[in-house]
């Protein structure tokens, strides 16, 4: 385990639905969030440099700031072996860099703002190096927005994938994928409250689109889709609408060889863990209160997902190695691997972290598949990373600007 800094954010792997680890010829390029260094400073995003086989830090070097702890980096690689960047923001302008020498700070481009009210990236390049991004946009009733770039051109219109039904805060925890077969593929939740109050919103459905046209159109579930969607309108993966103190939430899915999803989700009645797969039948899915009965897994989880050559999909999830109900940062909670085969079943299911009761490990960001440059991911292990500490609060912190630090971990799978 390589330790790459000690002065991490509460969150400074969080929000991997974009890749926070990239193989770059004998390089692992690796992204995270520091805090601020002082009171009402800003957090500091970082990007280090190591060596892949060994996973040592050679350099780190400063990327951008942001305003809190939402603000860590999105990385993605081109066919040219460019580097690409977004960084930040949180209800503000993404700042959009790239280098072809990453070691070297001033070999990155100036920041570009592209906004205005974006949060949470989801960042990809097709083999044809257009970029795909999907966000929320923040505004009176938030919507997820899909825009794309081609090569030599700018940012497109902006095309409202879904708004929420109601004003007020919703969180989609999207995630968007380039299959085999050069499909795009969309997940999303839709996550609110009546009220519009952050910490009384439930998640009441999840969803999946796919384009094959590199974003022109989309289909949700064989039908076309009509934008925004809307509760209303979508073909549900799995919904709890009519129970409303129902809740459940989704991570980010995984394309397998056969252009089709994986997904890990906390579902209800009963409270427990779902690995959800598209098969020829529709949409199947793994109790894994059954297959995994040691770990408790309902809930909101943080979680990380891959997949290698062999055509097994890797889990990371934190929770309470006891099976306990963990908080949303208990400081019990560890890391566990687990991993599925093609057929759908959990083939082993194991602790990564060392427990220590006083100290969360948590938050995975795993190095995401990808179906434009597969060969060399997951070779010789798939690298994560991870951040162990404590954290600051939830929806109850106002001030996310604190200054507490955590340890920021590398690490790879055997």
């Given at each position: 385990m390589m330790h790459l800094s000690s002065e991490g954010s509460d969150r400074a792997t969080a929000y991997n639905i974009s890749n926070k680890l990239i193989r770059r010829g004998d390089d692992l390029i690796v992204g995270w969030l520091d805090g601020p260094a002082g009171k009402d400073g800003p957090v500091r995003i970082r990007i280090g440099i190591c060596d892949l086989e060994s996973g040592a830090l050679k350099t780190a070097i400063p990327l951008g700031e942001g305003i809190d702890n939402h603000c860590g980096p999105a990385l993605a690689i081109d066919g040219n072996d460019r580097l690409h960047a977004l960084v930040g923001a949180h209800h503000g302008d993404f700042l959009y860099r790239y280098s072809d020498e990453p070691a070297n700070p001033d070999a990155w481009s100036d920041p570009e703002p592209v906004g205005p009210r974006h949060s949470y990236p989801a960042f990809v390049i097709d083999k044809e190096g257009t970029f795909h991004l999907a966000y929320r946009e923040s505004g009176d009733r938030w919507q997820l927005q899909y825009?794309?770039?081609?090569?030599?051109?700018?940012?497109?219109?902006?095309?409202?994938?879904?708004?929420?039904?109601?004003?007020g805060y919703n969180h989609f925890m999207h995630s968007l994928t380039i299959g085999p077969t050069g499909r795009l593929h969309l997940t999303f939740q839709f996550h609110f409250s009546e009220s519009g109050n952050s910490r009384e919103c439930l998640t009441k459905g999840m969803t999946h689109i796919v384009s094959d046209d590199g974003g022109d159109t989309w289909d949700n579930d064989g039908q076309p889709c009509a934008f925004p969607i809307t509760i209303e309108s979508t073909n549900w993966i799995y919904q709890c609408l009519d129970d409303p103190d129902a809740t459940m939430r989704i991570g980010t899915h995984v394309t397998d060889r056969e252009d089709r999803v994986w997904l890990f989700a906390s579902l209800p009645n009963p409270d427990r863990g779902v690995m959800w797969r598209q098969t020829d039948n529709g949409w199947e899915n793994l109790d894994l209160s059954a297959a995994a009965p040691q770990l408790q897994l309902a809930g909101g989880k943080a979680t990380a997902i891959s997949y290698d050559d062999q055509d097994r999909v890797h889990l990371l999830v934190a929770t309470d190695p006891h099976g306990k109900i963990p908080g949303w940062y208990d400081p019990a909670i560890e890391l566990f691997h687990l991993v599925f085969t093609a057929e759908g079943q959990l083939g082993s299911c194991d602790q990564i972290t060392e427990t220590d009761p006083d100290r969360a490990n948590w938050i995975p960001a795993i190095e995401h598949w990808d179906w434009v440059r597969p060969d060399p991911i997951g070779q010789g292990g798939h690298w994560y990373l991870h951040t162990s500490g404590i954290n600051a609060g939830l929806m109850s912190q106002s001030d996310y600007n604190d200054t507490l630090k955590t340890d920021v971990y590398l690490n790879k799978l055997q």
């Open positions: 825009t794309r770039r081609p090569p030599g051109e700018g940012w497109s219109t902006p095309t409202v994938i879904a708004e929420s039904p109601t004003p």
